[in-house]
């Protein structure tokens, strides 16, 4: 069904092909009582007022982009937080930055393309004829939304959070505008598409070897030859793939289209902008190596990621994070999955309270 090309996007792409509803294959990474499962409802449990709530379009990069901008007390630290997918706009989903706001300022920008910004501009969204043209174009757009941040909450530097495809974009902007920044987050860093790939084959191999699941073993050998970005390929590791948190988190998101598929506004705008963008910005996902941007960095950089990640491989993240050199770096495992992020937020908000937010204090406000 045309309505459902997003979750047919994380399907593929994302190893998570009949998530919805499937046990999960691993018991070591048990469902979180944390995660919140409702799109953008307000946690009963959180009663102090947010100091900073505003939502609305500002002009960026020429067109008109979505962004929100959320927490509990205005002096702390922002975070820019550049979302996944490609076009997995949170602006429906909220409710998941809630564990964050406490200790930072949250700025979610729906990227060209992508969820209300889409919306906004619609098929005629300029800047992404090709793939080249859409990286350079959304680069500019990233750093123009640092930009408009620093200055609507009085910062000199602001914290650079990406997940996923957000986390490669992130690359691109730090080594392009590292003075924006006081450090830079990844998680569910794809390092490198093909290993990450060739990792999560190697993982559903094993599972699928101890589970004596002759079919995943069967259509690992058939795809085991055919390029990386054939869907064919992707499909063949995808039962092993996502873990009991990640598949939950799937399960959310999906809660925003109708069982009939007959989405309407922001739902239908999130679902449009995943058909808009996806194949413009897919083969920068599938041709993307880290290193080829070069390991030195002039900016902190922190890799969090979910031990349990056979999505973007969390071996080849902790290899890459070995070899950069940067002001100051870590590598901080977090349990979970790909989507670590949002479903072990107590971990992941530790690791920034620890690791980022003194160098945020330190720069201070201008």
């Not at 599938?286 to 890799?303: C, E, K, M, Y």
Request: aromatic share 10%.
């Amino acid at each position: 069904m045309r309505s459902h090309w997003i979750i047919y996007l994380l399907a593929f792409v994302l190893g998570a092909f009949n998530a919805v509803g499937v046990a999960a294959q691993s018991s070591n990474n048990p469902t979180p009582a944390a995660m919140n499962t409702a799109p953008n409802e307000r946690d009963p449990k959180v009663t102090t007022p947010r100091e900073v709530d505003e939502s609305q379009y500002v002009q960026i990069g020429g067109i008109e982009q979505f962004i929100s901008i959320r927490g509990e007390h205005r002096n702390n630290p922002v975070i820019l937080f550049l979302h996944g997918g490609p076009a997995n706009a949170q602006s429906p989903f909220l409710q998941q930055f809630v564990p964050w706001e406490k200790d930072f300022t949250v700025v979610n920008w729906d990227q060209r393309g992508s969820g209300k910004t889409y919306g906004k501009n619609g098929p005629a969204t300029p800047g992404m004829d090709t793939p080249a043209a859409a990286l350079d174009r959304l680069t500019s757009d990233a750093i123009e939304v640092a930009e408009y941040a620093s200055r609507r909450l009085g910062k000199r530097k602001i914290i650079l959070v990406g997940h996923s495809w957000g986390a490669i974009l992130g690359l691109y902007v730090v080594k392009r505008r590292p003075d924006l920044f006081c450090a830079y987050v990844a998680t569910g860093l794809p390092v490198s598409w093909k290993q990450s790939l060739e990792d999560a084959e190697a993982w559903a191999r094993h599972e699928a070897s101890s589970s004596h699941d002759e079919a995943t073993l069967k259509a690992l050998d058939q795809a085991a030859s055919m390029r990386f970005d054939d869907m064919r390929r992707l499909s063949a590791s995808a039962k092993y793939r996502m873990t009991a948190s990640d598949l939950q988190y799937l399960k959310m998101q999906q809660s925003i289209i109708p069982t009939d598929g007959s989405a309407k506004g922001d739902a239908a705008d999130w679902v449009a902008g995943g058909e808009f963008s996806v194949p413009k910005i897919m083969p920068i996902v599938f041709s993307f190596d880290a290193r080829t941007l070069g390991i030195d960095f002039s900016v902190p950089i922190f890799v969090i990621q979910g031990i349990n990640d056979h999505v973007a491989s969390f071996a080849e993240a902790q290899k890459y994070e070995n070899e950069i050199r940067a002001p100051a770096k870590a590598m901080i495992p977090l349990n979970g999955g790909h989507f670590a992020c949002f479903t072990n937020p107590k971990e992941f908000v530790k690791a920034l309270r620890l690791h980022v937010r003194p160098l945020a204090d330190i720069v201070g406000s201008k």
